[in-house]
């Protein structure tokens, strides 16, 4: 068997891809202590980016939920931080989550907030650079994001219960599940910051992050829309780095 074959099988093994265990001196009890370090690793690794999913669905579910995840996710990169980048999806089509679909969303902005925190770093938009813009000129604007900036949108309220679940024992009492919430992430400094957005604001930030211009993002939104406040907002909050026509 040539070299290449043979870390194939022992990846796949290790992974849980495969029950059979590799030739050679990994055979037997040896190659299982490789295989459960294996996968203890890329279950902490889990549990540490998505801390407030493992709380909602308990340690065991999502230590098997870890475990079917990991044999068909392997890791692409050596920084286990990245690792995950699947798994909100791979969780909303998992057994037993049909009821409660709140948890993949909020798998989903956990992951977001890891892919802030890992963006790279950027000088954000001074807001006197409109002071350069010609008044007729302004509805043409358009903006580049910070490459930290994330807009995750839900039918769920997952702001809410991931803010609760950063106390020693969440108060889910007041909490209404089933309100959507749209937050929008970004890291000008050095820690990931969140705001929760009104829905015509999370519209307007939604089509802003597409490349619509300004005038193209008010299209449709509600004619009580306060376009200075939203944009003041995303500014003083660092959402982009620049303005362009």
Same mark, same amino acid.
């Given at each position: 068997?040539s070299?290449?074959a043979?870390?194939?099988?022992f990846?796949?093994y290790v992974?849980g891809?495969?029950e059979?265990?590799p030739?050679g001196?990994?055979e037997?009890a040896?190659a299982q202590?490789?295989?459960n370090?294996?996968?203890?690793?890329?279950?902490?690794?889990l549990a540490a980016?998505?801390p407030v999913?493992?709380?909602?669905?308990?340690e065991?579910?999502?230590?098997?939920?870890?475990r079917q995840?990991?044999?068909?996710?392997l890791?692409?990169?050596p920084?286990?931080?990245?690792y995950?980048?699947?798994?909100?999806?791979f969780?909303?089509?998992a057994?037993g989550?049909?009821?409660y679909?709140?948890?993949?969303e909020?798998a989903?902005l956990?992951r977001?907030?890891i892919?802030?925190?890992?963006?790279?770093?950027a000088e954000t938009?001074d807001?006197a650079a409109? +002071?350069? *813009?010609? !008044?007729? %000129?302004?509805?043409h604007? &358009?903006f580049s =994001?910070?490459?930290?900036? /994330?807009?995750?949108q839900?039918?769920y309220a997952?702001g809410?219960l991931?803010q609760?679940h950063q106390h020693p024992?969440?108060?889910?009492?007041a909490i209404e599940?089933?309100?959507p919430q749209s937050? +929008?992430? *970004?890291? !000008?400094? %050095?820690?990931?910051e969140w &705001?929760?957005? =009104?829905?015509?604001d999370? /519209?307007?930030?939604c089509a802003?992050l597409?490349?619509a211009?300004?005038?193209?993002?008010?299209?449709?939104?509600p004619?009580d829309?306060?376009?200075?406040q939203?944009?003041?907002g995303?500014?003083?909050a660092? *959402?982009f780095?620049?303005?362009?026509s």
């Amino acid at each position: 068997m040539s070299l290449s074959a043979h870390q194939a099988r022992f990846a796949a093994y290790v992974s849980g891809q495969s029950e059979t265990p590799p030739l050679g001196l990994l055979e037997g009890a040896r190659a299982q202590i490789y295989r459960n370090n294996v996968r203890l690793s890329l279950t902490a690794a889990l549990a540490a980016n998505f801390p407030v999913t493992r709380v909602l669905v308990g340690e065991m579910y999502f230590g098997q939920a870890a475990r079917q995840f990991l044999r068909i996710h392997l890791p692409t990169r050596p920084d286990m931080a990245c690792y995950g980048e699947a798994f909100p999806a791979f969780l909303a089509s998992a057994p037993g989550i049909a009821d409660y679909l709140y948890v993949p969303e909020v798998a989903r902005l956990e992951r977001a907030m890891i892919e802030a925190l890992l963006a790279d770093p950027a000088e954000t938009l001074d807001p006197a650079a409109f +002071a350069a *813009v010609p !008044p007729d %000129a302004f509805a043409h604007l &358009r903006f580049s =994001a910070h490459p930290s900036t /994330r807009l995750v949108q839900s039918v769920y309220a997952i702001g809410d219960l991931w803010q609760a679940h950063q106390h020693p024992v969440p108060d889910l009492t007041a909490i209404e599940i089933n309100a959507p919430q749209s937050l +929008a992430l *970004v890291r !000008p400094q %050095a820690t990931v910051e969140w &705001r929760l957005l =009104a829905a015509a604001d999370a /519209r307007f930030l939604c089509a802003l992050l597409s490349g619509a211009s300004i005038a193209e993002a008010v299209e449709r939104l509600p004619d009580d829309f306060d376009l200075t406040q939203a944009l003041l907002g995303h500014l003083r909050a660092g *959402v982009f780095t620049r303005l362009y026509s």
